[in-house]
Each structure stands twice: as structure tokens, then as C-alpha cells.
T-cell receptor
Framework: GESVGLHLPTLSVQEGDNSIINCAYSNSASDYFIWYKQESGKGPQFIIDIRSNMDKRQGQRVTVLLNKTVKHLSLQIAATQPGDSAVYFCAEKRGGSGGSYIPTFGRGTSLIVHP | DTAVSQTPKYLVTQMGNDKSIKCEQNLGHDTMYWYKQDSKKFLKIMFSYNNKELIINETVPNRFSPKSPDKAHLNLHINSLELGDSAVYFC?????????????FGPGTRLLVL
């Protein structure tokens, strides 16, 4: 079946390095993608999103890249800080019944930042 | 002020019991959700309500019954709890169900069935 998944379950980086978290999706009908951050003991929190008609979007210290050809999404975090340590999820959206867009989450990647 | 709140935060109970989890959002959103997160952190949607009406009902056992008394509340009642129900349950809300609507998650309810 079609699904959203992640290449790496755990990513360890040194403070100050750049981090790249990858996500593969297989549903070509998906036209909207979101990255969430989940800190320990908390619920997921929106980071950044991107529409399928874009291939790059930048936020504060974060950049999302979308490659529709290979159905790949990545989240780049610049100058990673200890506070970035969390589980990161990608999610895809596509139109459903009644025009509702309900996100489907992929498996998370645990980012560990070493001071 | 907490945007999306859930009670209780922790719930430890015996197999076969019936329990409820409550969720409230003060964001004025029209849409609310229940997600289940397993031990491997996989998040799966269970239910979604829009303006108090059920719009999403994924393959969830009948033992799970959501109730939305008003737009700000979405409760989850679970009958005859089983060991496999142990998980973290997240409530979320969004303004609507459009493509660009952002979901806001609650802090989660950690359910342990013994």
C-alpha cells in the first residue's frame, strides 16, 4: 500500500552541525506536506509545510526540500542546537471525502544533538 | 493558556475496564481529532469531527466511541480495555479540514492497560 516513511530512525549530530532528516512518500496524489517536531512528553508541533507546486521553502533555521520526481522530502536544520533534540515526523495530505485534507504521518526520526 | 488540553495525562487501568479521555480546545477551531501513538512512535488517526459531526472514522474497534458535546470538546470513551490499547492518545484541533490548515496537538494521554 501507499505510505509515508522515513529512511533513518535515529540521527545523531554535534551541536552546531547541520541536520538533514529524510522522508519518502509513495502517494503521487499527495499535494501538501508538513514537518512536525515532537519533544519528549509533548504532542507534535508544526514546524514548516510545503505545497507540491514548490520544491523548496525556508523558515527560521529550517528548510524543507521536495523532490516530486523521486517522491522525497527532507528537513534541513541549520546550526543544530540541543533544543532541537526531538522526534521529527513528516506528514502528507491529499484530498479525501468531502474535500477534507487529513494528514497521514510517517514514522518518526529521532534527532539527538550532542553538546 | 493551554490551547489543546487533555485529561488525564496518565491513565493506568486493568484489562476489561471502561475509561474516558477528555479533550478541550480554546482556539475556536471547528475540527478536532483523536490520534493513537504506539510504542514505536507511529501516529495513526482514529477519528475526526468537524462542527460536532463525525467525518473520519478509521478502522478502530467498536470499543472506542468518540463524543463531541460541542465544537470545543471531543471525548474518547473506551470499553473493555485490552492490553493492546496501551499507547499515547493525542487530541488535536484545526480551524478546518482544508489543505493548509495546521493541526494543534494536545500533550497526550498515556494509557497503560495491565
Amino acid at each position: 500500500g501507499e505510505s509515508v516513511g522515513l529512511h533513518l530512525p535515529t540521527l545523531s549530530v554535534q551541536e552546531g552541525d547541520n541536520s538533514i532528516i529524510n522522508c519518502a512518500y509513495s502517494n503521487s496524489a499527495s499535494d501538501y506536506f508538513i514537518w512536525y517536531k515532537q519533544e519528549s512528553g509533548k504532542g507534535p508541533q508544526f514546524i514548516i509545510d510545503i505545497r507540491s507546486n514548490m520544491d523548496k521553502r525556508q523558515g527560521q533555521r529550517v528548510t524543507v526540500l521536495l523532490n516530486k520526481t523521486v517522491k522525497h522530502l527532507s528537513l534541513q536544520i541549520a546550526a543544530t542546537q540541543p533544543g532541537d533534540s526531538a522526534v521529527y515526523f513528516c506528514a502528507e495530505k491529499r484530498g479525501g471525502s468531502g474535500g477534507s485534507y487529513i494528514p497521514t504521518f510517517g514514522r518518526g526520526t529521532s534527532l539527538i544533538v550532542h553538546p | 493558556d493551554t490551547a489543546v488540553s487533555q485529561t488525564p495525562k496518565y491513565l493506568v487501568t486493568q484489562m476489561g475496564n471502561d475509561k474516558s479521555i477528555k479533550c478541550e480546545q480554546n482556539l475556536g477551531h471547528d475540527t478536532m481529532y483523536w490520534y493513537k501513538q504506539d510504542s514505536k512512535k507511529f501516529l495513526k488517526i482514529m477519528f475526526s469531527y468537524n462542527n460536532k459531526e463525525l467525518i473520519i472514522n478509521e478502522t478502530v474497534p467498536n470499543r472506542f466511541s468518540p463524543k463531541s458535546p460541542d465544537k470545543a470538546h471531543l471525548n474518547l470513551h473506551i470499553n473493555s480495555l485490552e492490553l493492546g490499547d496501551s499507547a499515547v492518545y493525542f487530541c488535536a484541533s484545526s480551524q478546518g479540514t482544508g489543505r493548509a490548515e495546521t493541526q494543534y496537538f494536545g500533550p497526550g494521554t498515556r494509557l497503560l492497560v495491565l
